[in-house]
């Protein structure tokens, strides 16, 4: 695993409070269960119909039957609970999940999302993606900043189709912490050796760069 994908999951579990119910996304975001401060409660809400759901089992300790919402294998500590995906949609709809995060093909400096569908190509689609941004209280973004031909996914107008409009909150990637204000995109963190400078080299939208900038840990 890249220490850029650690770097990302770890600074993202920072963010989460005791008590809160959060849902990962797919892909990268799974990885924070794995990364949770030291003394953080937590519940982790999957789309599968799970609340309560763990880290990653240990080599050899894996059970088929027992996987996150992207057939991952996963835990199930005491106390948790299982119930069908009707339920687990309406814990979602009703507003009850505190965090989710999500990745992203592309977010804007609006706090719009896309990280749906790339016209004419096969991806995994929708999930339940549209429906947690919709109803979680806070919406974070965990990707890579650039894309493998080095583009910026951070932009200032999403150019693919959205999966909600205005409703991220914080964007982590491996170069940068930023929080999307009714002003624009301000940077609140460089990781280590990254300077204001080279986040905004690849960052297409123009950022908000205070006087200090604090260091992702």
Not at 20 to 28: A, E, F, K, R, T
Not at 72 to 95: E, H, K, N, W, Y
Request: hydrophobic share 45%; proline share 5%; charged share 20%.
């Amino acid at each position: 695993m890249s220490d850029s994908r650690v770097r990302i999951a770890r600074r993202v579990a920072k963010f989460l409070q005791n008590g809160d119910l959060v849902n990962l996304g797919i892909g990268l975001p799974t990885l924070v269960a794995n990364y949770l401060p030291e003394g953080l409660e937590v519940e982790f809400q999957s789309e599968n119909g799970l609340i309560g759901l763990g880290g990653a089992p240990e080599a050899g300790q894996e059970d088929q039957d027992l996987t996150n919402a992207a057939a991952q294998p996963a835990t199930l500590p005491v106390g948790a609970s299982c119930f069908d995906s009707a339920m687990s949609f309406a814990v979602i709809r009703g507003g009850h999940v505190g965090v989710t995060v999500l990745g992203a093909l592309e977010v804007d400096q609006e706090g719009n999302l896309a990280n749906w569908i790339v016209p004419g190509k096969m991806v995994p689609g929708m999930g339940g993606a549209m429906d947690l941004v919709a109803g979680a209280k806070t919406v974070i973004v965990a990707m890579e900043h650039c894309t493998k031909a080095g583009a910026s996914k951070v932009l200032k107008h999403c150019t693919l189709p959205l999966t909600a409009s205005r409703r991220v909150k914080y964007i982590v990637t491996e170069l940068a912490v930023l929080k999307v204000t009714e002003h624009g995109l301000e940077l609140m963190e460089t990781a280590p050796g990254v300077t204001p400078g080279e986040v905004q080299e690849k960052t297409e939208a123009t950022l908000l760069i205070p006087d200090t900038v604090g260091c992702m840990e």
